[in-house]
């Protein structure tokens, strides 16, 4: 009881709102960054605090130590994404271009101050060639925080939906906290095209213009709340930690001048408007009577894209400028697609395999299957995902099943590939005599667990078991649930026999297997007559 009395009571949440009320005029200045407060830095970027013990973070000495040039970016880029090379050219430059002015900031604080046109990158290409797993490697490759959201998501400021501000929260979250490595860190944004805006006479649209105009301060240099306005929770969280501190102004903006911005969309449409600029640039040039125009695909048309097309499109002029570096990524084939499975580390071939070997099976695969999953993949027209759905779709039944079994190999051949059922039957009837056995062995031991659990001994006669494999093999459960579905009652009824009689051993037979409840009770009433004479 005196533990009790000596334990402060939590405070209720009305209290903490209260608390948070009377203390909210004191810190307006914490929350808002504004002027008046000590938390905001100078025009150019926000100070960094210094470390508690005043040693350097090791995730920023990893910035101020870069060294990386553009070839060895793409060498990285290479182990795990294949084609796209002019992208990961582009990219490599872009980053390294950044990253070393980056490096020179916190080497000479006074550059920056100065301008500096930060080299943000628009993506383009079809789903599934790579464009985010490009960026997550090189965020991996340099140590800084990434951060990727759907610009679907976002409303324009005052509408329902997420506020772009949240992003660069996001990025914070990513880096532990760590706002100075976080203003470093990279921000990716998809889907990017959704939120092209689309000319109508019925108002605003909140969905795409007022989208781009905030996402233009975050990409150019802005100070972010690292709290919502909106974010109650999280303002009263730090006006704790404030208390805590004794009064003690927190760090609570961050600076975006030199996060990097990346965008990226399959921009469907897009091609169209670059086929009739370039188009239109040739009529009335013929020859032998005919136009010179060439049959070409919609992708052949993206790498020429200028920045009309975008505005065409439905960016905003202001908003295309900030993406200085465009980049198209191309459609992956057959053979590159082949490339991934057999040569790409993280390959979704390496997936399925260790996803059998977690249950002891072996997945080896031929040429051919290789190829004939590739084919079937580029028909998906969804990239390197393809192969994620053309594997599913194959080896589904295999997953389920095998690890049932005492198959422990198998071979993923063009033949499975065309009909996974037919061959997995034939494979189950050719490993009949083990699958038995190991059925036979799933009896004995759940006699065990039954004995170790009640202290009761299950003795399975020869025709029980054989009734047993037969119900398994028609009913499609597995031994351990068949046997558990027969004898649910067996532990208490057995137990009262067992106190009547004195016995500890239960011989089961067919009869008992056919109608174990009826058997369990003419036992229970016999051994009850038995102790009563």
């Not at 050219?89 to 271009?97: E, F, G, M, R, Y």
Request: aromatic share 6%; hydrophobic share 35%.
């Amino acid at each position: 009881m005196s533990d009790e009395k000596d334990k402060p009571d939590e405070p209720s949440l009305e209290e903490l709102q209260k608390q948070f009320m009377d203390i909210l005029g004191k810190t307006q200045s914490v929350f808002m960054g504004d002027a008046s407060g000590s938390t905001a830095g100078s025009a150019g970027m926000p100070p960094n605090p210094p470390h508690a013990d005043d040693t350097p973070d090791p995730l920023l000495e990893q910035i101020r130590a870069f060294t990386l040039k553009p070839r060895e970016v793409r060498d990285y880029l290479d182990r795990f994404v294949v084609k796209q090379e002019e992208a990961k050219k582009v990219l490599a430059v872009s980053v390294c271009d950044h990253y070393n002015h980056v490096r020179r900031c916190l080497e000479e604080p006074e550059l920056r101050q100065q301008d500096y046109a930060k080299p943000n990158i628009i993506l383009l290409g079809p789903t599934g060639v790579g464009k985010t797993y490009l960026m997550r490697c090189i965020a991996r490759l340099i140590g800084v925080p990434f951060t990727k959201a759907d610009a679907t998501k976002f409303s324009e400021t005052g509408y329902v939906g997420s506020d772009v501000e949240d992003i660069v929260r996001d990025l914070v979250k990513a880096a532990d906290g760590n706002t100075e490595l976080a203003q470093y860190g990279i921000i990716y944004i998809d889907e990017i095209d959704k939120i092209a805006g689309q000319s109508s006479g019925q108002g605003r649209d909140v969905s795409g213009r007022g989208v781009q105009i905030n996402l233009l301060k975050l990409m150019e240099e802005t100070e972010v709340n690292l709290h919502s306005q909106t974010d109650l929770i999280g303002q009263m969280q730090a006006v704790m930690e404030m208390q805590r501190s004794g009064g003690k102004a927190q760090k609570r903006t961050i600076n975006t001048r030199h996060m990097l911005f990346i965008v990226s969309g399959a921009f469907d449409k897009l091609s169209d408007i670059v086929r009739a600029r370039i188009d239109h640039s040739r009529i009335g040039f013929k020859q032998g009577g005919a136009t010179l125009t060439r049959d070409r695909e919609e992708t052949d048309y993206l790498p020429q894209v200028e920045t009309s097309d975008f505005i065409k499109f439905g960016f905003e002029p202001e908003f295309i400028g900030r993406l200085p570096v465009r980049v198209v990524c191309e459609q992956l084939k057959a053979p590159d697609l082949e490339e991934i499975l057999m040569n790409a580390e993280g390959s979704v071939l390496r997936q399925f395999q260790e996803d059998f070997q977690g249950y002891e099976i072996g997945l080896h695969t031929t040429p051919e299957a290789i190829k004939e999953i590739a084919q079937r993949a580029e028909r998906e027209k969804t990239g390197a995902r393809g192969l994620m759905t053309v594997l599913e779709r194959a080896l589904r039944d295999f997953k389920y099943e095998l690890p049932s079994t005492p198959i422990r190999s198998l071979e993923l051949t063009a033949e499975l590939l065309a009909d996974p059922q037919a061959t997995l039957q034939g494979l189950l009837a050719g490993e009949e005599g083990p699958i038995r056995e190991q059925r036979k062995a799933d009896i004995h031991a759940f006699a065990d667990r039954f004995a170790d659990e009640h202290g009761l001994q299950l003795i399975f006669a020869e025709d029980a078991i054989e009734r047993l494999l037969d119900q398994c093999a028609s009913s499609g459960k597995t031994m351990r649930a068949l046997c558990e579905d027969r004898f649910r009652n067996f532990e208490y009824g057995l137990s009262l026999v067992s106190r009547n009689r004195g016995v500890d051993q239960f011989t089961i037979t067919a009869e008992v297997i056919d109608a174990p409840d009826k058997t369990l009770s003419q036992w229970v009433v016999e051994s009850h007559r038995e102790s009563g004479a």
